[in-house]
């Protein structure tokens, strides 16, 4: 028995969940995300709240109960509150701007050429100085674009300059004449 899974998710009134092709599609306002409904579970909308059900008592389906119902959790959040993910550059001369439209990250990271970046179209970028915000209301989009952009300049171990998420504690390591002198 999935603990996640036996557990209802309230869906807001301004909030539409319509079921169809084996996915629930969840909606509010002009802002849509698809949840796969996985083999064995099932949906059945009660009293503001969203219940998943399994069809059968295999193990696999055990699983996905709570994965889906996680998911379909994490599409309703999103929807009403943004996920967000914050990135913060740093190093002497790492720059980064955002494009007037806000679809094109161009940033300068130490290599001979600037490194553009394309926003997807789910997901939003505000830059601050040398802090990037990301956010949207897929949770998934959300990680996978910050981890992408952070892959482009991971943070270095000794100087501690590159890309490294706001609440990450970098471990900094002693250089050779520090580890030398010991």
């Known amino acids: 028995m999935s603990r996640i899974g036996r557990q209802p998710v309230i869906v807001p009134p301004d909030v ?15 802002r849509k995300l698809s949840v796969p409904l996985l083999k064995g579970i099932s949906y059945v909308p009660r009293d503001g709240a969203a219940v998943f ?11 996905n109960w709570g994965t889906v119902r996680s998911l379909f959790a994490n599409a309703v959040q999103g929807l009403t509150r943004d996920f967000e993910k914050t ?16 679809r094109v990250l161009t ?11 394309e926003v997807p179209a789910d997901v939003s970028f505000e ?24 892959n482009l300049r991971k943070v270095e171990p000794y100087k501690g300059k590159g890309f490294h998420y706001a609440d990450e ?14």
Do not use: P
Not at 53 to 63: C, S, W
Not at 87 to 102: A, K
Not at 132 to 150: F, M, T, Y
């Open 16 to 30: 539409t969940v319509t079921l169809g092709d084996g996915r629930l599609l969840v909606a509010r306002g002009n």
């Open 53 to 63: 059900e399994t069809t059968d008592e295999a193990q696999q389906t055990r699983k």
């Open 87 to 102: 990135l913060v550059l740093e190093g002497i001369g790492y720059r980064m701007t955002l494009s007037s439209e806000g």
């Open 107 to 117: 940033m300068t990271l130490g290599f001979s050429h600037q490194v553009r970046f």
């Open 127 to 150: 830059l601050n100085g040398n802090t990037l915000r990301i956010s949207g209301a897929d949770k998934q989009a959300v990680g996978q674009a910050a981890a992408e952009v952070r």
């Open 169 to 182: 504690v970098v471990r900094r390591k002693a250089g050779k004449k520090a580890a030398g002198t010991a």
